[in-house]
């Protein structure tokens, strides 16, 4: 009966522990979603900065080009 008493206490920490890591997981998860929202944000800021980039670029070039041929 002993054997069986410790067996028994032994799977019921192991269920405890499963279930612990279960709650831990589906934590992580969720907060794996939330930094992939972060960087989806941070990615679409970057490639608008780029656009914005570009954007000032080809206009300096036009501004240059219209002043160069006024002179």
Do not use: F, P
């Not at 009966?1 to 067996?7: F, I």
């Not at 019921?12 to 522990?17: A, I, K, P």
């Not at 997981?25 to 570009?54: F, G, P």
Request: proline content about 0%.
């Amino acid at each position: 009966m002993k054997v069986l008493r410790e067996a028994r206490g032994s799977v019921d920490r192991l269920v405890n522990e499963v279930g612990v890591t279960s709650s831990v997981i589906q934590h992580l998860e969720q907060e794996s979603a939330r930094i992939s929202m972060v960087t989806e944000a941070i990615n679409s800021i970057a490639e608008q900065t780029n656009l914005l980039a570009l954007i000032k670029k080809y206009i300096s070039k036009a501004t240059y080009s219209i002043m160069r041929n006024e002179m």
